[in-house]
């Protein structure tokens, strides 16, 4: 057994525990946490993160999960909008940093967090599953997303899919790319 295999294993016993769910011993902290794992990793984490979803229906029927692909969010966001295809177009036309710029203004952190919660409110769930985050990637920053969540997700556990490295401090999206510095979360598992 790996090193990731031991700690996905311990996913679920830890997201379903009294303690994770009532948010008891984090005094008064946000109740974010980040799984990280090595991004080539990618494939066994979200079929786990399948295979979480559907033991956790068996395990705790009364929870209410939510499960949220930032990749998809985002997606799903333009295309309400009606700029998607428009986006599309000019990635293709002008290029990505033409497209990233122009998505800029509409993919901004604050706007991509509301859409979350109106996705899935927080005062309905009683646990949000994150994933998506590398797919998500230039188009979104983790920490962004994450300090925009702060103040609307009330007690709700918010747990963070992360393909890189979290040390407590710094968020390093693929073990490479240094984001600013993030400390309100804690380690999921270790």
Same mark, same amino acid.
């Given at each position: 057994m790996t090193d990731l295999d031991?700690?996905?294993n311990k996913i679920l016993d830890r997201i379903t525990s009294?303690? #994770?769910l009532s948010g008891r011993k984090l005094s008064g902290e946000i109740p974010f946490y980040a799984f990280d794992y090595d991004p080539k990793a990618e494939p066994a984490v979200r079929a786990h993160i399948a295979f979480v979803l559907? &033991?956790?229906k068996k395990r705790k029927p009364?929870?209410?999960?939510a499960h949220i692909n930032l990749w998809e969010l985002l997606v799903g966001y333009l295309k309400d909008r009606g700029i998607f295809d428009k986006a599309?177009?000019?990635q293709r036309d002008k290029g990505d940093d033409a497209a990233l710029k122009a998505l800029r203004a509409p993919l901004d952190s604050g706007k991509i967090a509301k859409a979350l919660i109106e996705t899935a409110p927080p005062s309905e769930h009683d646990l949000i599953l994150v994933?998506?985050?590398g797919a998500a990637f230039p188009l979104l920053r983790t920490h962004n997303l994450l300090n925009n969540l702060h103040s609307v997700m009330g007690s709700t556990p918010l747990v963070l899919f992360y393909p890189g490295r979290y040390d407590g401090q710094t968020l &390093?999206? #693929?073990g490479m790319l240094k984001d600013n510095p993030y400390y309100?979360? #804690?380690r999921l598992v270790d």
């Open positions: 031991e700690r996905l009294d303690d #994770f559907s &033991q956790l009364e929870l209410r999960i599309v177009a000019m994933s998506g985050v &390093q999206l #693929f309100r979360a #804690f």
